[in-house]
Structure formats: C-alpha cells, structure tokens
C-alpha cells in the first residue's frame, strides 16, 4: 500500500517537516536520531538540515528513494534502512533522539516497537511523538479507518514506563501535512526522556 501511496512525484505527506515536531527539536540533544517509519524524508531531512545524523527506517522502499532524494536536493544526507519495524532492531543505547511522527502500527507491534526505544535510547535520549488517537476515526482527515494503528496518551505512558515524560498531551489540531493529513484532527503528542 505505502508503496503505491509514494509511486508519484507528489510527496504524500509534503516536504516540510511536521508541525509538533519543529516546534520542539530543541529539546532533541544534538547527535544521533532514529526516525521510525520516515516515509518520504521530511522528517529525516529537516532533522539533518539542524545537524542531527539521521538513519530513517521505512518498510517502503519508494518512500525512501524519495527520502534520498529529497536529502540530495537540501544537500544534507541521511541513512536510510529498509526494513520492517517487526524485525528493526535499533540496539542498546545507541540514539541520542528517536522519532515516531504517524507511526501506524497496529497494538502489538507497537509495543514492542517502544519497549525497544527504551532500550535503543542513551541516557538523557529523547522519544518524541506525534499520532492520531482513536477519535480521529470520527473526523475523516486522515489516518485511515482503523483504531488498531491510532494510540492514545494513556497507552504511551503504558508502554513506555521507563521514560519520563515532559510532554503528554491529546488534542485537537489543525494538521495540513501533504494530501493525505488534511484539517482539523485528533492526535496526541509526546516528547519524553530517558533517566
Ligand atoms: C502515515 S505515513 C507517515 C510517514 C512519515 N512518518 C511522515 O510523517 O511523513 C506511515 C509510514 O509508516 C510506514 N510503515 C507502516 N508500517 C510499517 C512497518 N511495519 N514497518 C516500517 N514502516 C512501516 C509506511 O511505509 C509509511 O511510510
């Protein structure tokens, strides 16, 4: 699916890099950050524009050429894996930052996918997200129509027990990122940190 969804010149989700997490890079230390599930690069390649050495993981493969070659075009470069997030292994203590912008795994995989950011973490690493919670299904402007791959504030701070969280927050928002995130949404926000 993602893989057609990338198959034109148009980026999906834009070029710009999303709105939450802009706002808040400051708070990312300055090194190594993982982007989960990059898609198309604007993510990878604002955070590489700042400094930031980046490896994007993506299961699409059309995504990432464009990831590429979006980094080409802003003269930065990124590393890209192709992998799913099932079989990813981000190691021990290796990020200095990880991202998780509309991250759309279903409830088990996901899990397991934070378990293994708080270990992939350094001390004092950062974790940010941003994603649609289930209400979102009621608003139609993205996201899809299935609860399974949305989360709310509660199971992040379930599922990330060993962080501490300096931001946890579900809201409503304007979210105009590409063709497909397109109005007012439901999402929640978290930026947390590891002891
Ligand atoms: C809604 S897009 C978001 C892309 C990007 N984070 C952004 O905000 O522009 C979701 C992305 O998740 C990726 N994805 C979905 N399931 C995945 C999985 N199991 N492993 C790796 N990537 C996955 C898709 O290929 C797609 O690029």
């Known amino acids: 699916m993602w893989d057609q969804r ?3 010149k148009e980026y999906a989700y834009g070029t710009e890099a999303n709105e939450f997490l802009q706002e808040n890079v400051a708070v990312m230390p300055k090194g190594k950050v993982l982007s989960l599930a990059e898609g198309e690069g604007r ?6 524009k700042l400094g930031y050495s980046v490896t994007a993981v993506d299961s ?6 464009k990831a590429q070659k979006l980094a080409q075009a802003h003269g930065v470069s990124i590393e890209c894996i192709h992998a799913d997030l099932t079989d990813y292994d981000p190691g021990l203590c290796q990020w200095d930052g990880i991202v998780s912008i509309y991250c759309p795994l279903p409830a088990l995989l996901r899990q397991k996918m934070h378990s293994k950011v ?5 001390p004092h690493g950062v974790f940010l997200l941003e994603n ?3 209400e979102q299904l009621g608003y139609g402007t993205g996201g899809g129509n299935s609860a ?3 989360i709310t504030a509660q199971a992040i701070r379930r599922e990330l027990p060993e962080l501490s969280f300096l931001h946890l927050k579900e809201l409503q928002r304007s979210v105009v990122e ?6 007012l949404a439901a999402v929640v926000q978290a930026i947390a940190v590891k002891a």
Do not use: C, I
């Not at 993510?43 to 590489?48: G, I, P, Q, S």
């Not at 699409?60 to 050429?65: I, N």
């Not at 708080?118 to 350094?122: D, N, T």
């Not at 590409?178 to 109005?183: D, E, K, L, P, Q």
């Open 43 to 48: 993510n990878a390649v604002f955070l590489a």
């Open 118 to 122: 708080m270990a992939g973490l350094k």
């Open 132 to 134: 649609y919670t289930p």
């Open 6 to 8: 990338y198959a034109t």
């Open 148 to 150: 399974e791959t949305m």
């Open 178 to 183: 590409g063709r497909y995130h397109t109005g």
């Open 60 to 65: 699409s493969q059309v995504g990432l050429d």
